[in-house]
């Protein structure tokens, strides 16, 4: 059974930092095509934060985080993290990590990903 468990969230001051944890459980992060980092702010949609793509090792992000946040990935802990620096109000919202196992063209577009954890929240104060 395919399971994300996400963990880290908090309440930050702008302009400080987290690090975000998601253990895989029931499957091996090498046989899934893609792990993303995904958020969903009160009243919008889920968005994409980052993605790793695991046979060309790449990562993507969203424009909106570039240079801020970091993805990486642990395969002998079977556990990615984001580690999120110079925290923004609007980066508040709840974070969700969620992986697809075969090929998706748009990786930062949520709809795209099978297999879902619970969220963490993470509260970014002015």
């Known amino acids: 059974q395919v399971q994300l468990v996400e963990s880290g969230g908090g309440l930050v001051q702008a302009g400080g930092s987290l690090r975000l944890s998601c253990v895989a459980n029931g499957f091996a992060l090498q046989d899934h095509y893609a792990i993303g980092w995904f958020r969903q702010a009160p009243g919008k949609e889920r968005a994409g934060v980052a993605s790793f793509i695991d046979n060309t090792e790449e990562t993507f992000y969203a424009a909106p985080v570039r240079g801020r946040f970091t993805m990486s990935v642990d395969e002998k802990k079977n556990t990615v993290y984001l580690d999120m620096n110079d925290l923004k109000p609007e980066d508040t919202g709840v974070y969700y990590c969620?992986?697809?196992?075969?090929?998706?063209?748009?990786?930062?577009?949520?709809?795209?990903?099978?297999?879902w954890g619970q969220g963490t929240q993470v509260t970014v104060a002015s």
């Open positions: 969620a992986t697809v196992t075969s090929y998706v063209l748009h990786v930062l577009l949520a709809s795209e990903y099978h297999f």
